[in-house]
């Protein structure tokens, strides 16, 4: 009897938390179908976002790297000897030719030397002109006559010191280009080898880049270069690959090359920034989307593309939903990266507003009217 009243016990606390967990389990599917239900039922505002379109172009393959523009002939202008300045015959940003005169330090104590080592060459010459007749008589020696004579030559290496001595105290430029910012001011006393002015040449430039020891293959002396830079972003400069290291860095495994780079206009300057772009092979057929399109994250890239089969009104305007295409990003050119698979040529994907997006969100185009091609469902 007790074994009985046991077991029914059991049994109906059984029934009794099957019950109860049972009704759980049914709130919980009756409140999912709910939701989802009137989530479908109700009118969720769609997305605004921007799109732009798959295109098919012809792109040349190319092999990145960053460079540094530098002058075929850059100095700095320095002083050989101290000094005060006491001419400047320059503006700062000129352009000079070989031998113009750039600054005078004080030379008068030059100048005096100069005309004393004048001076004694004078007498030295007229001493050789006035006793040469007497050698041919006899009246003086051989050895006094040669005597004479090295003493004008003696004169005439001073005054040729005495010139050179005074040519450093003006000091002109060694090549034709352009100045910088002078570096010295009128009654300014200067030490050797102080700075007076940069100059450099014009026409064009060197670019100094490097790429790594495995690309090394791919590239020859004569290949051609594209290069663009941060302050003129819409300008693209040809050049022409002249030299290659014939040795690897051993820290960073990587290869310096140098190209030449035509500068007529002189609109790049040495020392900038440089991307270089180094066309590799013959060009290849691509699908390209712009850059802002693609989203990056850790677990893969994606895209946007709006569905041209769900098009409905949506507040008086045209809506469609948007798949998300996992990609894998190509080569880049410009603003834009080529797409190898995913996303056919036409389609149109969404480039701004992707962070409110989700697989199967209605969206609308900020540049409303666009037209979506019927012919580019998603599959």
């Known amino acids: 009897m007790k074994d009985w009243i046991m077991k029914s016990k059991l049994l109906l606390m059984a029934i009794f938390l099957f019950a109860v967990f049972g009704s759980i389990l049914a709130y919980n599917l009756f409140r999912d179908f709910a939701k989802e239900l009137y989530m479908k039922e109700r009118d969720i505002p769609a997305v605004t976002v921007s799109v732009s379109d798959a295109t098919s172009q012809t792109w040349q393959p190319t092999l990145a790297a960053i460079g540094t523009l530098t002058a075929i002939q850059g100095v700095e202008v320095t002083t050989q000897v ?38 004694s060459l004078s007498l030295a010459q007229d001493a050789v002109v006035r006793f040469r007749p007497l050698l041919a008589s006899g009246a003086i020696s051989q050895f006094h006559m040669d005597r004479l004579i090295a003493e004008r030559e003696e004169a005439q290496a001073q005054v040729e010191q005495a010139q050179a001595n005074l040519n450093h105290l003006h000091i002109a430029a060694p090549f034709t280009g352009r100045l910088g910012i002078r570096q010295v001011s009128l009654g300014q006393m200067v030490q050797s080898g102080a700075a007076i002015v940069t100059l450099d040449t014009q026409g064009t430039l060197f670019v100094d880049f490097y790429i790594p020891e495995q690309n090394l293959s791919q590239v020859v002396v004569g290949q051609s270069i594209a290069v663009t830079t941060d302050s003129l972003p819409d300008k693209t400069f040809p050049g022409t690959i002249t030299a290659i290291s014939p040795s690897v860095d051993p820290n960073t495994r990587n290869v310096n090359l140098r190209a030449s780079l035509p500068n007529e206009d002189n609109a790049l300057t040495p020392g900038g920034f440089a991307n270089v772009a180094i066309n590799l092979k013959q060009q290849v057929d691509v699908i390209s989307i712009p850059k802002t399109a693609v989203a990056y994250t850790l677990y893969g890239d994606t895209v946007y593309v709006v569905d041209a089969k769900t098009e409905k009104e949506h507040d008086k305007k045209k809506s469609y939903q948007v798949k998300r295409v996992s990609v894998k990003p190509g080569m880049e050119q410009g603003n834009e990266v080529a797409i190898p698979t995913g996303i056919p040529a036409g389609s149109k994907v969404v480039t701004s507003g992707q962070l409110k997006l989700q697989d199967g969100t209605w969206v609308v185009f900020k540049d409303d009217p666009l037209k979506i091609p019927e012919t580019m469902p998603l599959e």
């Open 82 to 119: 101290s000094g005060k300045v006491v001419k400047i015959l320059f503006e700062d940003g000129q352009s000079v030719n070989q031998g113009d005169p750039l600054v005078v330090l004080d030379d008068s104590v030059q100048q005096a030397q100069l005309k004393n080592a004048r001076a």
